[in-house]
């Protein structure tokens, strides 16, 4: 609880301070944290929750963005049409992707996931009419109402900050709730949860469907944020991107996801910038390799985990 | 026409199966013997075209750099299995891909700032630069033949090895059941540096055959090696003929599809959707043969555990 109202009112203040020191730039890219928090917040449910290693999950989350994509330019700009849409059409396709691949476990469960991934991906390289290899163009942000216009940074930065705080909400009642331990117990020891007579099958395939549908909504966010949507968000790099942040941030941590995100971001963000590296920060990928294998090496429990251990220490 | 036509893109099939069969061997011993998820296994790939590449520019022979690129891949994998891979053994998948994924990243910049980031050309070696008549009156261009040629020999090669030497047994005992190989003596980590030197010397052995005809850039061994994932896992993980068969299958229904389903969609669609649907939804049938396998063979066709 502490944490979270601590991370809340930095996120509110972020923008605000950032207004302030006169760095609009920073709004954008706190918006885009958000947006990943959410995505690998998704991942964490059923990556770190429900131990099932979905190396797919770019699939929904791509999913979402070309939804709010294709409505755009067909002329369907309403938020209130477009984000339920990507949410109901992501959780379509992870119940029809996770019906397959739960039948399977382990590494072949892995593949599997990889595969439909990769089938989606090649399926909207085929949309010519939508641009194909070369992406899609929105004509702007969604539109909803209510006196806000998203065009406005700030005001975006807020309404992605709102979703992705009952987003957690939810994900929170839910890792807690009757729904969590079953799915917690089925990743700890599933032949034994299916002797005391909990449906495994359907628990699992439950928790990979909320797990798409929240990316899908987090898919949908990302194509407004840049008011461009191409294939690469659903190829297997950025499902292993969004693997890394949540093995980053810890897994089956609450906060694994999102502390996960940030720490990619802007890793990657401050070593682009050519401030601390000069002309080496064309070369950014290299620090952010060797830091990340410096954490499997030493933090094996990731960045949260090695701060729980140590308070508890 | 057709028959012309079927004959080049079963050769085209055949010859990229053999060099994917290539990538999929280290793979598969390595994923089979010490349960370890390798991401950077395509680092090696791209890493052995690229010192090809100079080698050949340093020699002027392509023979003669072929083994020098060889062996420094090998050196190259082992200093790699040393260093870092080696801890991973004991962790858990996930550490695993994370530990990998981060060397991708490393090496793709360290590839960067040592050969640029342009593609580098690499020739066809003298002598193999034009097309032969096979009979029957095609025209094959003779390097792909040549590639045929080297994996075939190879395949061989791995398939004495494997199933004929003392070296080949331990490797297959360390796949079916590894505690039980080391409880009977086996070394198992000496064993698993080994399997590692060749994994990464076939990996350059791709790259080196295949950078005359794909481009030699940084990258190349990203997208090849999720198709080096689908042949083990489509043969079962551990298994040599498993990635021999699965490799040929990935090779031929990826290259009979790009050629032959265009041609059967153009019957069927206007030429407009054909065109477009096509390379695609050949893209789309590896997976496709992928996700069929796993849901009637769960383990692969060859499984080498139980």
Redesign the interface.
Known sequence: MKTAISLLAFAIAFPLAMQALDQPFYIGFGARVLIYAMAAASLNLV?GYGGM?SFGHAAFFGAGAYIVGILAVEGTRSAWIAWPLAVAVAALAALVIGA?SL??RG??F???T???A??LY??F????AYG?DDGLSLPGRSTVGLGLELRNDLTWYYVVLALLAATLYLLHRLVHSRFGRVIEAIRENETRAAAIGYPVYGYKLACFVISGAIAGLAGALIANQSSYVSPSLLH??QS?TL??MV??GG?GRFWGGPIGAAALLALEETLSGSALLGDYAL?W??P???I??A???FA?QGIVGFFARRRHA | MSGILFLEQTLNGLQFGLMLFLLAAGLTLV?GIMDM?N?AHGSLYMIGAYLMASFVAATGSFWLALPLALAATAVVGVALEMS?LR??YE?D???Q???T??????A???V??VWGPQPILLNAPAGLTGPVELPGGVQYASYRLAIIGVGTAVAVLLYVLVTRTRVGMLVRAGASNREMAIAMGVNIRRLFTAVFALGAALCALAGAMLGPILAVQVGMG?NIL?LA??VI?IGG?GSIRGAFVGALLVGLVDTMGRALLPIGFAQIFPPQVAS??G???S??MI??L??AV??FR??GLFPARG
């Open positions: 990556l290693v397959m039948r399977t590494v072949y892995i593949m599997i990889l595969a439909f990769q089938m090649y399926i390289v085929s949309l010519k194909g297997w790099i292993g693997m890394i093995i980053l897994v070369h990928q290299l952010v390799g060797a990340l294998l954490i499997v090496l094996p | 994923f998820i991401l870092v801890r991973l962790r998948h996930l550490a891909v994370l530990a994924f981060a060397i991708i990243l490393i793709n910049e360290a960067r700032i990203e999720i994932f689908v896992v993980i477009n649907l390379p695609s939804l893209s789309i997976y496709v992928m996700a796993l849901v769960p383990q």
